[in-house]
Nanobody, 119 residues
């Protein structure tokens, strides 16, 4: 059994900052890629940022330079620091984690956390 618990969403004014967290617990052997996705109303879910087990990162162009993804392997937690937020960043943010058990591997999704940026 693997659980993901997200936190850190909320309402913020444009230009403000938020930090999202996603903690993974359960029967885990290792965690590979960890990522953040978002889905705005009427739009498809999109990748925002991801970080591999080796620490390599990828960002969608629209957040490059404003958002920073990081991970704490000791805590099985991934973070998304969001600065200079814009109204177009408003969405439900989901973490996705590639988890390895002893003899299995699969992706798990968090429950989602709402981020609302007011203009």
């Amino acid at each position: 059994q693997v659980q993901l618990v997200e936190s850190g969403g909320g309402l913020v004014q444009a230009g403000g900052s938020l930090r999202l967290s996603c903690a993974v617990s359960g029967s885990i052997f290792s965690i590979n890629t960890m990522g953040w996705y978002r889905q705005a109303p009427g739009k498809q879910r999109e990748l925002v940022a991801q970080i591999t087990g080796g620490g390599s990162t990828v960002y969608v162009d629209s957040v490059e330079g404003r958002f920073t993804i990081s991970r704490d392997n000791a805590k099985n937690t991934v973070y998304l620091q969001m600065n200079s937020l814009k109204p177009e960043d408003t969405a439900v943010y989901y973490c996705k984690v590639d988890v390895h058990g002893r003899q299995w591997e699969r992706d798990f999704w968090g429950q989602g956390t709402q981020v609302t940026v007011s203009s």
